[in-house]
């Protein structure tokens, strides 16, 4: 992809410790799809923020029901990564369920669902420009800025091939 994913986790690394407490769901899409999966995202969020505190969960109720009211006051930083559908949102996050000061990020491949979900402040992120994507390219295959002209030739075959997605370069 373009890196959203890649984005998500260097902001958690970098701001992470700004938090009483702190959680990282990865692959909320995939997870979701039974109601284990979903339990389980529950329980690491509350393991997570709750520094190692292990609650059992008996029903997604129950798990919306611990959040609201275990993490309500808590300053907390949450990253939902992958989310696809309203529903995943609903059974982790409600705007009102965390302490003051807490951040919320949720990567999507869908704006419309941040936008049906209220979000405001939506962040989308571009593919690299030609001159960007060889820098990158550059930097990672040959440890300078730009190819040699013997390399000048791959390496625009390669930035055209991966149309801007900086993962592919």
């Known amino acids: 992809g373009v890196g959203k994913t890649t984005i998500a986790?260097?902001?958690?690394?970098a701001i992470a410790h700004k938090f009483e407490g702190s959680c990282f769901l990865?692959?909320?899409?995939?997870?979701?799809t039974s109601h284990e999966g979903v339990i389980k995202l529950?329980?690491?969020?509350?393991?997570?923020?709750?520094?190692?505190t292990e609650l059992k969960i008996d029903d997604v109720h129950h798990g919306i029901s611990l959040i609201e009211k275990l993490l309500r006051r808590k300053k907390i930083l949450l990253i939902l990564d992958d989310v696809d559908e309203l529903g995943q949102l609903n059974n982790l996050v409600e705007v009102d369920w965390f302490g003051e000061g807490?951040?919320?990020?949720?990567?999507?491949?869908?704006r419309g669902l941040l936008e049906s979900y209220g979000v405001k402040l939506i962040y989308?992120?571009?593919?690299?420009?030609?001159?960007?994507?060889?820098?990158?390219l550059s930097l990672n295959a040959f440890t300078r800025k730009e190819p040699?002209?013997?390399?000048?030739?791959?390496?625009?075959?390669?930035?055209?091939?991966a149309q801007g997605l900086p993962l592919a370069l």
């Not at 989308?124 to 990158?136: G, M, N, R, S």
């Open 9 to 13: 986790k260097a902001v958690y690394n």
């Open 124 to 136: 989308k992120v571009q593919k690299l420009e030609y001159d960007k994507a060889l820098e990158l």
């Open 148 to 161: 040699s002209l013997d390399y000048l030739s791959l390496a625009r075959r390669a930035i055209a091939y």
């Open 102 to 110: 807490s951040r919320v990020i949720i990567t999507t491949k869908d």
């Open 26 to 32: 990865a692959d909320v899409r995939e997870t979701s």
């Open 42 to 52: 529950q329980s690491t969020l509350l393991s997570k923020v709750l520094r190692g």
